[in-house]
């Protein structure tokens, strides 16, 4: 398998579980061997504990789904007294995915995972809305954007991935941003927001009426956004966004990314992680692959 050096973060393989679709890594250790990943991401930890949107908060829609679970987590506290003991011995990458509401609240967590010397790196996911600025999200203006990641870059030593949101007009010009102000990486895309509405009841699907779109709808705009976002910045790329077979990662491998990321996936088969590895481990060998910039096509 084609090993990875993404920007000082060592990947045994490109691929890594996202966020919000994989716990905290053990809740699937009894169908894959964590230590296979490339990494995984736990899910959205925020400074304090958050109960998420009401019900319902998920929904099915044509290939793929819509979720405002609304980073329902038990504050970073918890995670490093009652999770991070249970997986800080993996050998893979484990990153966490920090986020907030105003960016106070994303340097605080920051500061503390950068003292969990398991935790090689963090995701800043900067869809969250900005209380102070009326429920904008951060990633969505160039500069709330810089602003965020130029505090936690300040605190945090390790390596700084950023997740981008796809909402914008422009998504190349926020990577831009957030390469100048420090991330080491850019992980692309967030989900796009998105609407389902009950027919019969003629009511929304959603309690908070709007919700993130993933899986297999999104995949051919993700790969686009991949594609112009790796051709905008010099920093590494993590592709994702409706991977749902070895074939689709390696689209967004041949579109430019570094490394990907399987989430919606892992609802519909918990082994999806390891026969995408696998997948792609034939597809280096059947091509005569050694290095990850020798799939880039484009």
């Known amino acids: 398998m084609v090993e990875i050096d993404f920007n000082g973060l060592k990947l045994k393989n490109p691929v890594l579980a996202a966020s919000g679709t994989f716990g905290y890594g053990i809740e699937y250790s009894d169908f894959v061997n964590l230590n296979d ?41 918890y995670f490093i007294e009652n999770i991070y003991p249970k997986i800080k011995d993996y050998k893979t990458n484990i ?50 954007a810089a602003n965020v990641v130029k505090a936690v870059r300040k605190v945090y ?58 899986g297999p709808a999104i995949k051919p705009i993700a790969v686009c956004l991949v594609w112009k976002v790796s051709n905008a910045v010099k920093i590494p790329v993590c592709g994702l966004g409706g991977i749902m077979s070895a074939n689709d990662a390696i689209e967004f491998l041949l579109a430019g990314a570094s490394a990907i990321q399987v989430g919606t996936a892992n609802f519909i088969n918990p082994k999806i992680t390891t026969e995408i590895i696998e997948g792609i481990d034939n597809y280096c060998k059947i091509n005569s692959i050694q290095k990850i910039n020798e799939f880039r096509m484009l």
């Open 95 to 144: 990153l966490v995915n920090v986020s907030g509401s105003q960016i106070e609240d994303y340097v605080k967590v920051a500061e503390k995972v950068n003292e969990l010397k398991a935790i090689p790196g963090i995701e800043l996911n900067i869809s969250c809305p900005n209380v102070k600025e009326g429920g904008m999200a951060f990633g969505t203006n160039c500069e709330s």
């Open 157 to 214: 030593k390790k390596h700084l991935m950023v997740k981008l949101s796809p909402n914008v007009t422009d998504i190349t010009t926020i990577a831009k941003v957030v390469e100048y102000e420090g991330a080491n990486s850019v992980s692309l895309v967030n989900t796009f927001m998105g609407m389902a509405i009950d027919v019969k009841t003629r009511k929304p699907k959603l309690s908070t009426i709007t919700g993130g779109l993933s």
């Open 37 to 77: 990943l490339g990494g995984f991401i736990v899910k959205g930890t925020t400074i304090d504990n958050r109960e998420g949107n009401d019900y319902p908060r998920m929904t099915e829609t044509a290939s793929g789904m819509l979720n405002a679970v609304g980073l329902q987590n038990k504050g970073i506290d």
